[in-house]
């Protein structure tokens, strides 16, 4: 161990810098790592953490009944809490545009089911109207927080009696205070609206004090509710069940809350997987770099101390001391990496698990730090013994070194000497003091183009998904609520006509919608009728049904029930239970009540067949031509209503994009950050490549000056070998990259769901191979001008 | 091989053409301590076809001398003519065009290519020097056969002897028929044997007409040349 310690303290006193930079590298290496694996685990059992301690609701109950009797559903067995809401809304005037809804209607709301975290300030007291609380997005969207003051403002009376609401709330202003910031699995933000939404909860003492200003003065509004089971998911048949007995009804909707967990779950579990690809892609643009380091050093080490060989040095003791300083530099680097690593984890979770976490801040992974500090140091040094060993066998070596085939084949075409000299740098390692290892450079050159444009190219997928609806099935831009709970509002022929003449309108849809069950799911029917032009329905597989014993399934739907092409389903509508054959998977339009993924079509007849006269809404849902402007023709079907008898109950809305959307944007980060580091990587690992090699083979470079080669051919050396690496990076980068961001796409195309088009990015593929080669020449740029200021009398004196 | 040139006779004198011609040469190289003062104004005359040894003592400016003349290293003070031609003053890229054609160098540890294999090592010097592929690995091969390495062709200079891998360094050294061709310790890093080899060669080169500057610090090499020029200090003791 003595030599271990004189050479160490050798290597202290004239390669401080170089153990110092090891030190550092080691360290950002390590929070990278250490930060995105523990921001992963952390944003993976959000969910789960936040259900654990907010009595989460199981099902969300929507009878859209007035009067309707939760005492009874209380009572039924196996119900531990009830919690209502009004289908209202209220407003709030110093955010214009904002609106607020369902208020909670009783004490149980925030107590006995979702019960919900308090990231700051206190839960509202229920006997008070005038305070409220938020979620946790809303102070950073409003700039509002605990203590400060909103003011309310109701319906009217009237207004509220009126299904249709329009123009602005005339009911009493009430002056509430922001006195908490909650969390649960019901009230927190989507992504799609992070504090835009659904984000201030006032006190059920508002609801006690106004109660007709929400529900109208006849009551005839609807209070829903959130339900929580004494077993859990597991108790819902059972509850539908004494749900439908004691009212008569089976085609209450019930929402599965669970189901809703398990959705935000797998965006979380998505996140935090993309999250780990990312810390494993650090990690091995670690091993890349800080292994180059580390190899770099122990050579030049190992070749020091070859010459005690003679006085006795054996291969183990050389190894030892070589390799002391890396490891050393590495616990230090390896220490200050985990303690960054551990405040970053003030940022985590990212994304949609942001929204979910029960306690945002500070918060350690000792599992994850602890394992990462030990492993980095121990990696560390197997890469160093590694590198020392094979340092110390090719020291001993006498087999000729292996020759590139392009190399080779450059000088048998007698391109010229600084082409050919610039290939071997490039391509070969060389041999003895002047080997340098160059398959680091290649593969880093190639993960840069790959990450790179795999990134672009999920991006490019992402962007395409963004701008065109149908990808998730939306193939009807405008709505017409014509109806509901079987009445309808207007003349419903007379509004489609209305629609159909207008010149940017390319189809109709006559489509009623009312809810089926099967096995426990709550399935959202939607007839398919066209009673005007055309419009398609996107399908994933099959065809759409023709007649009235089968159906499409959405896939969510499809996947629930266990369903495919060719299968049957049993459907209870309100006619009761019917066989339906599954015809096709395809989507469904985005309804109030239902996601895209999730519902069925049928045909006129079989909804009849279904549900008889009855339905849920009937809605007219328009088509319009390409590059129709919707806003415009949403204008002039409204100014057309007026003209329809009860026109004026109808509301003409445009689609909203489906909520997971948002939820592609929001991941779409995770790829760039990705390539982005993969291009950093590439870029590191070249230009220390290159900047290696003219300092490790100067003597070749001298000696070619020597024998004639000017300084501008020396620089044309340097030039070839980053422009070879730029090359080779396209190459094999491209195609693999594009066929990485199609592959990641797809998976997220199938996770999500929505269909699938093999995404182009067309100007990264065009830019990516001048970027490549600039790239890299800008970085010769500096060993070019290296090459050609060597001092070569000197050189070839002393080498 | 070109064949020394006759003299020329001039009003009843006879003069023949320098092939090397140095002024005053300084050169001084700036050190922690102090400055070395390699040479402090060096004149030497060397004809075409000769072959000349430079000896010394150890760091009495040899190398230095031999650097300055091929345009390895420049001179503070002074003139090198070679081949008629000025080099002191020149750019880097002029030199390294002149030496293509006028010098052949041969080290005394050798600076081959440890990569390329022998033949590889030859025609370098040949293609940079413009000749196409073909041309110049005619004349590698026929260099290689010159001095007795045709067998060693496809061999890297790591698996050569030393006096193997010195002879390849004078081949390279001849590719391009240079002018003059100079050798710093050429024997240095061989053993008796392998140094007898190389100066045997160095005459056999001599007798074609090759003009030859040997720096050697043994006497019994130094011997072996034409005329011997020792230096001590900086300075030329005898021309």
Redo the contacts between chains.
Sequence with gaps: MSLVSVWLRLEARRRARSLAVLALLVAVATTTVLAALAGARRGDSAMARLNAVTLPADAVVLPNQPGFDWDAVRALPGVAAVSGFAVAPFFVEELPGYFGYLPPVDREAFRTVERPVVLEGRLADPARPDEVMVTGYFPGAYGLGVGDTLTLRLLSERQAGDFIFSGEPGGPRVRARIVGVIRSPWYSDKLADKGAWFSVFPSPALFAAHPKNFLGPSSSGFVNALVRLDQGERGLPAFRAGLAKITGRTDIEIWNAADVARHRQQVNAYESLCLVFFALAALAAAIVLVGQSVARYVAAGVGELQVLRASGLTTRQCLAAVCAGPFLASVAGSTLGTAGAAAASMWTPIGAASLVEPAPGFSADPLVLGCGWAAAPLLVLAGALAAAWLAVVSARSEAAPVRSVVARAADRLGLPVPLVAGARFALERGQGASSVPVRPALVAAVAGVLGVLASFTFAAGVADAAGNPTRFGQTFQLTAYLGESGEDWAAAEQVMTAAARDPDVAGVNDARVAVAEAGGVSVTVYRHQSFAGSADVVLLSGRMPEGPGEVVLAPTTARSLRAEVGSSVRLAGTTGPREMTVRGIGFVPQGSHNDYDAGAWATADGFEAMFGAAFKYHLALVALRPGADPQAVLDRLTKDMAGIGGGDRISVEAMQPPEQLAEVQDVQILPLFLGGFLALLAVGAVGHALATAVRRRRHEVAVMRALGMTRAQSRLVVFTQASLLAVAGLAFGVPLGVALGRTLWRVVAERTPLFYEPPVALWALLAIGPAAVLIANLLALWPGRHAARLRIGHILRTE | MSAPQPAAAIDGVTTEPAAVRVRGARRTFTADLAPVRALRGVDLDVRQGEFVAVTGPSGCGK?TLL?VI?G??AVDEGTIEVAGERVDGRD??WL??F??GHIG?V?Q?F??????SAL?NL???G???GM???AAESRARDVLDLLGLSDRAE??P??LSGGQRQRLAIA?ALVNEPTLLLADEPTGALDSEGGLEILELFRRLHGTGQTIIMVTHSPEVAAGAGRTVRMRDGRVETP
């Design positions: 190398s650097n091929a390895l290293d880097e890229d390294a065009r030496r293509r160098f080290f540890f600076n081959l290519l440890d990569g390329v590889d025609i370098m010097p293609v940079l020097a196409k592929r073909r061999q890297v790591a698996v390279r």
